[in-house]
């Protein structure tokens, strides 16, 4: 498994995932020449077949063309089973750049107004190229959607019309692991570790039933309730 | 229990105020974004109107426009004169004709059909 932070100019998922100090190479020199494609993955020692490939921090999006970005991905094809480009916001020559060696694509929004009519743009711009797309619905804080303050994941993917890979509560353990550049799924404990496991089994092609958020029985309610009122 | 006091209070729930706003910008994001589509409804539109009114084909406005609970499609199509017969060729066409695509005025006056009652049946012009 490689993940390739395609965010040229912005990289941070070599911070996020704790790799920030063992970078040597990154994606611009790669498609430049100035070093193999293996020379830049940097292997992430805690699990064991996963690598990134990360993106260059000072240059900017124009450093890489469509053709590079299918050449890169291609290499990097045959060294795993899948290849996870992180997208950059937006829908210009980052996106495009992004999605260009790509076969299937995951859409990523939170149940807000902005995020969905943005997730509706990038959406079309996939149908355009006909890339199949899966719809994951992040940050979803269950006591809101009962109380009716926030959208629930139907409304999400109905007002998208998207096929829904997974659904990931709301955790502010998240930004805690964040902080130290350790991935939350790393915790046995938390209790994201088994909502990221099953989106990863629907990838692998399984039908694996959606975590019901709701069910935290009559105290978890009433807490919830009481936190929400 | 929430949502009950929000009934007792006849407050709204902000999630369908949401929903409601986002599938209105929605559909106007994708007109916007069919330019093509808005011509080809455009071209269609006249085809038909043309049938019964002379309409100046430069003229024609077509916009989109956000009324309460609904996207309402507004169309401003000056009429240069009105078919006289244009009556009469519902009565004489009952069946069916396959929209006409093309850019043929000429075809409003081609057809002159036998007197029938002009209360129409526009609908089976389709």
């Known amino acids: 498994m490689i993940l390739v932070d395609a965010d040229i100019g912005l990289r941070n998922l070599d911070l996020v995932l704790g790799l920030e100090k063992r970078i040597v190479f990154d994606l611009v020199e790669v498609v430049e020449g100035r070093c193999q494609v293996r020379q830049a993955l940097i292997k992430d020692k805690r699990f064991e077949s996963l690598s990134i490939l990360p993106a260059a921090q000072t240059r900017d999006k124009d450093a890489v063309t469509e053709e590079q970005m299918v050449g890169v991905i291609e290499l990097l094809g045959d060294l795993a089973d899948y290849v996870l480009i992180d997208c950059p916001a937006g829908i210009e020559r980052g996106f495009r750049n992004a999605i260009a060696g790509a076969t299937e694509a995951i859409v990523v929004t939170t149940p807000e107004v902005s995020a969905i009519r943005d997730a509706d743009r990038v959406i079309g711009k996939l149908a355009q190229q006909g890339m199949p797309m899966r719809l994951i619905v992040n940050r979803i804080r269950p006591e809101m959607v009962r109380s009716g303050d926030m959208l629930s994941v139907d409304d999400v993917c109905e007002i998208l019309s998207a096929e829904l890979l997974g659904i990931i509560p709301d955790d502010e353990e998240v930004i805690d692991t964040t902080n130290r550049g350790e991935p939350v799924v790393l915790d046995d404990a938390n209790r994201l570790k088994p909502i990221y496991e099953k989106i990863v089994r629907r990838l692998e092609g399984e039908i694996v039933p959606f975590t019901n958020l709701d069910n935290q029985g009559f105290f978890g309610r009433l807490l919830g309730a009481l936190k929400a009122g | ?126």
Request: hydrophobic share 40%; aromatic share 4%.
């Open chain 2, 1 to 126: 229990m929430i949502e009950l006091f929000n009934r007792l209070f006849g407050r709204r729930p902000s999630s369908a105020t949401a929903k409601e706003r986002l599938r209105l910008v929605l559909m106007s994001d994708h007109l916007s974004l069919a330019p093509e589509m808005i011509e080809a409804m455009k071209r269609d539109l006249v085809d038909v109107i043309s049938k019964y009114v002379e309409v100046d084909r430069s003229k024609i406005e077509v916009s989109f426009e956000q009324q309460d609970a609904a996207l309402a499609m507004l169309a401003n199509i000056p009429i240069l004169s009105v078919n006289r017969d244009a009556g009469d060729r519902v009565a004489s066409r009952p069946s069916a004709r396959p929209p006409a695509l093309g850019k043929q005025p000429s075809k409003r006056r081609r057809k002159k059909g036998s007197a029938g009652p002009a209360a129409g049946k526009p609908a089976a012009a389709t």
